[in-house]
Nanobody
Framework: QVQLVESGGGLVQAGGSLRLSCAASGNIFSINAMGWYRQAPGKQRELVASVTSGGSTSYADSVKGRFTISRDNAKNTVYLQMNSLKPEDTAVYYC????????????????WGQGTLVTVSS
């Protein structure tokens, strides 16, 4: 079993910053891409940023230049540094990872975290 545990959400004023963390644990052989998604009330879940195992990153246009995704492979952890936050960034943020399970399964799993709420006040 593999779990993702997120932390770092909260309430912040517009223009402020927050850092989200997501740690993977369990029977892990390797982790491929990791990413952050968000879902605002009444909207579909959308990809915010992703990072490959090699460190290549991609971002939604709405967060480019403000958010930075990074990962620590030794700790099986991915981070999302969010700067210059706007009220429209308010959402539940979810961590996602493509995981190859360890012995004996070696199955490929797509794992989601439980979500962490980010609220940006104007």
């Amino acid at each position: 079993q593999v779990q993702l545990v997120e932390s770092g959400g909260g309430l912040v004023q517009a223009g402020g910053s927050l850092r989200l963390s997501c740690a993977a644990s369990g029977n892990i052989f390797s982790i491929n891409a990791m990413g952050w998604y968000r879902q605002a009330p009444g909207k579909q879940r959308e990809l915010v940023a992703s990072v490959t195992s090699g460190g290549s990153t991609s971002y939604a246009d709405s967060v480019k230049g403000r958010f930075t995704i990074s990962r620590d492979n030794a700790k099986n952890t991915v981070y999302l540094q969010m700067n210059s936050l706007k009220p429209e960034d308010t959402a539940v943020y979810y961590c996602n990872a493509g995981v190859v399970a360890g012995f004996p399964d070696h199955r490929y799993l797509e794992v989601w975290g439980q979500g962490t709420l980010v609220t940006v006040s104007s």
